[in-house]
């Protein structure tokens, strides 16, 4: 075996081992938080662009503000193996941020004059509901571009 074909496998192993460390395992809802993150800082930052409003510190903040996320779900998580590693607590902050995404995507979207369909609104209350509480119907200070 060659030499890239081991560091590939050593930086795997190394990030399934973190994964697993820091957040119980790879789940479908953390996969669906990753893109709704994603997501919301691309339609954050095209919401910028096309206002005029793109600012390097902003788009600092937005970033420091998505690592935050995992940071608290890495939190949650620990506190869960404390509990008894059921997961309540990660699933509940996951679904948390998952409607929090959403709605910031809902937001970027208007800010940029594109019409959303009212089904990816119900969406952001079953995940609201799903995560213990109603949230504000606009985020204050959440500009992630």
Do not use: C
């Not at 890239?4 to 938080?33: C, D, E, F, P, R």
């Not at 993150?37 to 600092?60: H, P, Q």
């Not at 937005?62 to 607590?89: P, R």
């Amino acid at each position: 075996m060659d030499d890239k074909a081991h560091i590939v496998k050593a930086v795997s192993a190394a990030a399934g081992a973190t994964v697993g460390y820091l957040w119980g395992g790879w789940t479908v809802m953390l996969q669906a938080l990753l893109v709704l993150v994603i997501v919301d800082f691309v339609t954050g930052w095209a919401a910028a662009w096309i206002n005029g409003e793109l600012r390097s510190m902003k788009g600092y903040i937005g970033v420091a503000k998505k690592i935050s996320i995992f940071m608290f779900i890495t939190v949650a998580h620990v506190i869960d193996m404390v509990l008894g590693d059921m997961h309540y607590l990660r699933d509940a902050v996951v679904f948390f941020y998952m409607a929090n995404e959403l709605l910031s995507i809902i937001e970027n979207a208007g800010k940029m004059g594109v019409p959303m369909p009212p089904v990816l609104r119900d969406a952001v209350a079953v995940l609201e509901s799903k995560a213990g509480g109603k949230k504000e119907e606009a985020k204050q200070n959440d500009v992630d571009a």
